[in-house]
């Protein structure tokens, strides 16, 4: 798991946790976005330098065929790639920040994601609340975990985001993004996911009636597990 957090996390008494589990309640798995996919799969930096790059190269084929000076020509591409330096350099800067701050945990009851680079928040999505979770894995085995939540959860995209799978339905969908070897994180979640909502088997004992006789015995009843 990458170190994640900072100064303005040091209040937390469990990191990337507001408080202390509960009795009966523990940390099955903790991890953080990588953020060399975030810059490239969120903040799409090799699209952006692609970009620069063809303006460059159109810059001096138009100088050329313009008849400029080459002096010009340098001076125009030059000023170009120091844009595109300092453009591409922000959005790694905010893609280490990302995975500064964040910081995903998994329990045997809910997932956490405490998220924000600017302004650092906490959310608690129990699994009684997720209907589904998507797995989507590159050939390099990183990926994203989105969750589909029950009807009724209002979220706000623009506190999610970059966290946030576009919409379904209509319904927000948070999401753990660019998760290293993601297949472990999933199947930890399947696996907390599916004890969570398989019956269990509580005995309990049945009443008897008015009118019976003989000695009272137990009966097991189905009772589905929170």
């Known amino acids: 798991m990458s170190e994640t957090g900072g100064p303005e996390h040091d209040y937390e008494p469990v990191p990337g946790l507001p408080g202390r589990l509960p009795e009966g309640e523990h ?100 699994f009684t609340r997720i209907l589904s979770a998507d797995m989507r894995e590159d050939t390099n085995g990183n990926g994203d975990i989105a969750l589909t939540l029950k009807p009724g959860d209002r979220l706000s995209w623009l506190v999610f985001w970059p966290h946030v799978r576009g919409f379904k339905k209509g319904a927000l969908m948070p999401q753990m993004i660019c998760l290293k070897d993601v297949a472990i994180a999933a199947n930890v979640l399947s696996s907390a996911l599916a004890v969570s909502r398989t019956p269990r088997i509580v005995e309990r004992l049945a009443s008897a009636s008015p009118k019976q006789t003989g000695p009272v015995s137990s009966a097991p009843a189905i009772e589905a597990a929170e």
């Open 27 to 126: 940390i099955l798995w903790q991890g953080a976005p990588s953020s060399a996919q975030v810059s490239r799969q969120i903040m799409k930096t090799r699209w952006i330098a692609g970009y620069f790059g063809v303006l460059v190269l159109w810059n001096i084929t138009a100088g050329i065929y313009d008849g400029r000076l080459p002096s010009e020509i340098l001076f125009s591409s030059g000023a170009l790639a120091i844009l595109s330096t300092i453009a591409i350099g922000l959005l790694e800067a905010f893609a280490w920040g990302v995975q500064k701050t964040t910081l995903y945990t998994i329990t045997n009851k809910r997932i956490v994601m405490r998220i924000g680079v600017a302004l650092s928040a906490t959310f608690n999505l129990p």
